[in-house]
């Protein structure tokens, strides 16, 4: 095995080894039997590609249960955004740490109440659990977008410098490439959430199942390039 192979080999077995990887992995294999509805018409294939992805699904939001503690450990390192300099991203930054705080919640309670092991109405957590999920992916794109325009503003103050600023530079192009492809991931996820929120707000319940998955192979593709490539990943100085 050549070199270059055992290294890939390695990246991934690293990569699989945790379980941001394996999320990424199974999504985009959940999104990848979705898409395949595409191109089939026997009842029998689409419903076994459709079921298989809601088996995957499944998997990932039972794991999903485990993510409350990071989050609140998050949230509480964060302080609610007390050392974030721009009042934009702090404003995102504590909306975005309520809506996690609330929706993991949201999520597992409806994802009890539909295995009946939660006698309640599953609808109103499971559309709760939605309206969170987008709400919270539309404060991501904008985060991602104020992030892109500092650092421009950022590039154009280092131009107006007469020192050598090649090294500060070169980060910046890569936190931009790493923030661009994180604009478009969740432009992606976005598209494809308000689709599974109630009918009647904007594209809800509008799209096929293909073209959700092929939206969700995109994002997922996205993420696992970025966390494998050293494209998107700032050089130690």
Same mark, same amino acid.
């Given at each position: ?9 390695? =990246? ?39 079921? %298989? ?111 050598? %600023? ?51 192979? %995109? ?6 390039? =970025? ?11």
């Amino acid at each position: 095995m050549s070199p270059p192979d055992s290294i890939l080999l390695d =990246q991934l077995d690293e990569y699989l080894d945790t379980y941001s990887g394996r999320d990424k992995f199974l999504k985009a294999l959940c999104y990848s039997l979705k898409f395949a509805t595409g191109f089939y018409e026997s009842p029998k294939a689409l419903h076994d590609l459709k079921l %298989v992805s809601s088996e995957i699904s499944n998997c990932r939001t039972i794991l999903r249960f485990l993510d409350y503690v990071p989050v609140l450990k998050y949230v509480l390192s964060y302080k609610f955004g007390k050392n974030e300099k721009d009042k934009y991203l702090k404003l995102i930054g504590r909306i975005s740490c309520i809506l996690d705080i609330i929706f993991y919640p949201l999520e597992q309670v409806a994802w009890l109440a539909e295995r009946k092991i939660v006698k309640v109405n599953p609808d109103p957590w499971s559309d709760a659990s939605t309206v969170c999920w987008v709400i919270s992916l539309y404060l991501g794109l904008m985060k991602a977008l104020r992030s892109l325009s500092l650092l421009e503003q950022h590039k154009k103050c280092l131009k107006t410098t007469d020192a050598d %600023v090649r090294f500060p530079m070169e980060r910046l192009l890569i936190q931009q490439r790493g923030l661009l492809l994180l604009a478009l991931r969740t432009s992606c996820d976005l598209v494809y959430a308000i689709h599974y929120l109630p009918e009647g707000f904007l594209w809800s319940t509008k799209l096929k199942t293909w073209q959700v998955g092929a939206l969700g192979m %995109v994002s997922a593709g996205i993420g696992i390039f =970025q966390s494998l490539s050293s494209w998107t990943k700032v050089p130690s100085s």
